[in-house]
């Protein structure tokens, strides 16, 4: 069975809404794996993914600290991200998103648990 990038029209707006927040942090690279998903790493260690498949629609999970995870996971919508979760990934779908304001304090959360520390202090310094 083979897996295809993302195509939707939905799916590549939401990519497109990601890499704006994603690729103002420093040392930010994107990237799509033999899954189709798409991710933004620093260090070559992802922190956002995006996906599709289904009839659901696209998605969006983000690496956050297992607290964060813990509260995110009481909310409508978000729901704990298959196969990578327990390292407290959390997804939710594209068309949920309400606040962009809120994924960007997430995607910049998933940042600092990747980032070396020398990069991390680049973004707590600014």
Known sequence: MGHHPISSKE??????QVRKLAMR?????EQVDAFGHTSFR???????????????????S????PIT????????????????????????LGKNVADWQEIE?????GYLRSAPK????LVQTT
């Open 105 to 109: 304090s997430y995607l910049l959360e």
């Open 42 to 60: 620093v260090s070559d260690k992802p922190f956002v993914m995006l996906g599709e498949g289904g009839e659901e629609g696209p998605s969006l």
């Open 11 to 16: 799916g590549l707006a939401l990519v497109d």
């Open 69 to 92: 995870q813990e509260h995110l996971l009481q909310r409508r919508h978000f729901y704990k991200t298959p196969y990578i979760g327990h390292h407290g990934w959390v997804s939710i």
């Open 118 to 121: 020398r990069l991390a202090k």
């Open 25 to 29: 942090l420093p040392e930010v690279s």
């Open 62 to 65: 983000i690496k956050t600290l």
